[in-house]
């Protein structure tokens, strides 16, 4: 059983900064790729950013190139995922979800895992 928590969300004025973290936990052999999606209200959930186990490649959504930024600290017993969000505008408000793609311990296979999300809010 894999766990994602995500934590960091709130709300924030137009112009500033959040930082949202993503930690997974349980049956991990190796992370393959993690990443953040978003779900505004009334819309379909959108890619935001990914990221490779190494840190080594990541991917941004045109939306929020620039503005924010995906990092990662992986290690045998813990990986956590952040995200750096920085210029905040009212459209980036959204529940963010946090997603990891994984090979588990028990048959080597990969595997897809979800958080429960964290609500970030921009106002003006």
């Known amino acids: 059983q894999v766990q994602l928590v995500e934590s960091g969300g709130g709300l924030v004025q137009a112009g500033g900064s959040l930082r949202l973290s993503c930690a997974a936990s349980g049956s991990i052999f190796s992370i393959n790729t993690m990443g953040w999606y978003r779900q505004a209200p009334g819309k379909q959930r959108e890619l935001v950013a990914t990221?490779?186990?190494?840190?080594?490649?990541?991917?941004?959504a045109d939306s929020v190139r620039g503005r924010f930024t995906i990092s990662i600290s992986a290690s045998i017993v813990k990986n956590t995922m952040y995200l750096q969000m920085n210029s905040l505008k009212l459209e980036d408000t959204a529940v963010y979800y946090c997603?990891?793609?994984?090979?588990?311990?028990?048959?080597?296979?990969?595997?897809?895992?979800w958080g429960q999300g964290t609500q970030v809010t921009v106002s003006s």
């Open positions: 997603n990891a793609v994984f090979r588990s311990t028990r048959d080597r296979s990969l595997y897809d895992s």
């Open positions: 990221i490779t186990s190494t840190g080594g490649r990541t991917n941004y």
